[in-house]
Each structure stands twice: as structure tokens, then as C-alpha cells.
């Protein structure tokens, strides 16, 4: 259960930020984590874990509840290079990034289940 967003326009250093908050969480808590994140990464970051989850749905997944987020990557997406115009005629070049972010979810491992049923216990 995967989703891709591609050629999202900021750059990935800022982009890593709000997908770092939530690798690992479950999916519950990791929406609400980005639901209340100042980032303007956060929104598109969740609206690509809500795809991954009705991906999820469509793929037969029986317990959308308790998918975690196994894997979140952020990777450079195409630069689009701009000038700006610069004292004597001379230019700079303005590079203008774009992002790549892929989602995979996950059930959880066994070990994980148990380990959480032991902690419940005590």
C-alpha cells in the first residue's frame, strides 16, 4: 500500500521536515500530527497518507486502523532554473526545487503486537 506524490513544488530539505514527524506513527496519529504542524508541507503530507490508506481499502486491506507508516522518503524532484538580474548586466541563477514524496504503509509486525499486548498488561 503505496502512494507517490510527484513533482510537489518546495524544496525537499523543507519537505523532510513534515515527513520526518511522522515515519514509524500509525496512521491515526500521524494525521492528527500533521493536522496540527505549521508546515506548509503538512498538507499535502497528509493528503498522500489519506491516498496511501484508500489504496489500502482498494487493495483488500481488512483493518485500515491499524496500518503504520513504514516508510515515508523525500527525494529531489526537477529544478527549474530562473535569473535575476544583477548589478553590471550580470545575472544569478535562482533554482527553484521540486519534491518527490513516497508514503508505504504497513500492518504492523508480530513482534510489535506483542510487545504492545505485554505493556497493556502491566
Known amino acids: 500500500m503505496k502512494a507517490i506524490l510527484r513533482n510537489y513544488r518546495q524544496s525537499?530539505?523543507?519537505?523532510?521536515?513534515?515527513?520526518?514527524?511522522?515515519?514509524?506513527?500509525?496512521v491515526k496519529d500521524a494525521l492528527t500530527q500533521l493536522n496540527f504542524t505549521v508546515k506548509r508541507a503538512s498538507s499535502p503530507v497528509a493528503k498522500l497518507i489519506e491516498s496511501?490508506?484508500?489504496?489500502a481499502k482498494n487493495a483488500g486491506v481488512v483493518d485500515t486502523d491499524s496500518l503504520i507508516?513504514?516508510?515515508i522518503r523525500v527525494d529531489k524532484g526537477i529544478v527549474l532554473k530562473r535569473m535575476m538580474p544583477r548589478a553590471r548586466g550580470?545575472?544569478?541563477?535562482?533554482?527553484?526545487?521540486?519534491?518527490?514524496?513516497m508514503v508505504v504503509l504497513a500492518e504492523p509486525?508480530?513482534?510489535?503486537?506483542?510487545?504492545?499486548a505485554k505493556k497493556a498488561t502491566k
Open 12 to 26: 525537499p530539505r523543507k519537505v523532510s521536515l513534515a515527513a520526518g514527524l511522522v515515519r514509524g506513527k500509525k
Open 52 to 55: 496511501a490508506v484508500s489504496n
Open 69 to 71: 507508516v513504514k516508510e
Open 90 to 101: 550580470s545575472a544569478s541563477r535562482i533554482n527553484k526545487r521540486s519534491s518527490h514524496v
Open 109 to 116: 509486525t508480530e513482534s510489535k503486537k506483542k510487545a504492545k
